[in-house]
């Protein structure tokens, strides 16, 4: 399997300062808020923004699902606390928000709407959405519950401190659809949705983001021991080098004689809505 064209880092970078300068100008908003979740695509995000906004006017929110009662047990807590110290954003303005309360109070209004008596209490116990051996349907509900819970926090954050959301998603998971709408999907500005994984490799590695998070597997963190190639069934280098050779150089499916090309076209197909809702009259 071959790789994408490199490119190059630095004048990467610049560029997308230039960007994050140019969309400060034009907003006159002059504070950003992030959503970190431990992985590179947030951490190299983060990395960006110290370079185009005043530390100061920088929050950073991490959402876990739970946190420990001594928080520096969670791994990614403690290396994205470290990042943000590193890159000397104001400890101020770092927020900690476990949304296990929020969420589960959404699941029970979900779980016994339309019950009553004994049957609502029947429905909460029956209808399990933390059990480990849950449907793909209910794992998706509750990731998408969690993403947008997460979005929630992030936007209210950005009204307190009149700011802009930034995004963190890439151009391989926006093409493969691999975000939840008005969820993770959702921001004001997105400064590296051109790239793609394998890119954001590249970029973090130049920006020195740390070993640890690079090397990191990707996770949305929606439940225990989840992967984004594991959910695929692919991994990001072989999606990046199909979709690149389909989109960038609009060779035709059937012309790319890759391992997985049908399964990740299929993934694209089935996402695409994502990218066309809302459907209206024009």
Not at 5 to 11: G, R
Not at 55 to 82: G, H, Q
Not at 252 to 268: H, Q, S, T, W, Y
Request: glycine share 6%; charged share 30%.
């Amino acid at each position: 399997m071959k790789t994408l064209p490199l490119i190059n880092p630095k004048q990467e970078t610049n560029k997308i300062i230039r960007f994050l300068k140019k969309i400060q100008k034009k907003t006159k908003l002059d504070k950003i808020v992030i959503g970190l979740s431990g992985g590179v695509d947030s951490a190299v995000v983060l990395n960006l923004l110290t370079r185009a906004y005043l530390k100061k006017n920088i929050y950073v929110s991490y959402m876990p699902y739970d946190l420990p009662l001594i928080r520096s047990w969670n791994k990614d807590y403690r290396e994205i606390k470290e990042l943000v110290e590193i890159l000397k954003i104001p400890k101020s303005n770092f927020f900690a928000i476990p949304i296990s309360g929020p969420s589960e109070k959404i699941i029970y209004q979900m779980k016994t709407a339309g019950y009553s008596g004994i049957d609502k209490i029947m429905h909460e116990v029956n209808d399990c959405f933390t059990c480990p051996n849950i449907d793909i349907v209910k794992k998706t509900r509750m990731g998408n519950i969690m993403a947008r819970l997460r979005m929630i926090f992030l936007f209210d954050l950005a009204k307190r401190f009149n700011g802009l959301v930034a995004g963190t998603e890439n151009k391989s998971e926006h093409l493969l659809g691999y975000y939840t709408r008005f969820g993770d999907g959702a921001s004001d500005i997105e400064p590296i949705i051109h790239l793609y994984k394998t890119q954001v490799y590249q970029l973090a590695k130049y920006l020195k983001v740390p070993k640890k998070i690079i090397e990191k597997e990707p996770s949305a963190g929606l439940w225990p021991c989840q992967t984004d190639e594991g959910e695929f069934g692919f991994t990001y280098k072989e999606a990046d080098w199909i979709l690149y050779l389909n989109r960038d150089k609009k060779i035709p499916l059937d012309k790319i004689p890759f391992k997985n090309a049908r399964r990740i076209f299929e993934r694209v197909k089935d996402n695409q809505f994502k990218q066309e809702v809302p459907y209206k009259i024009i």
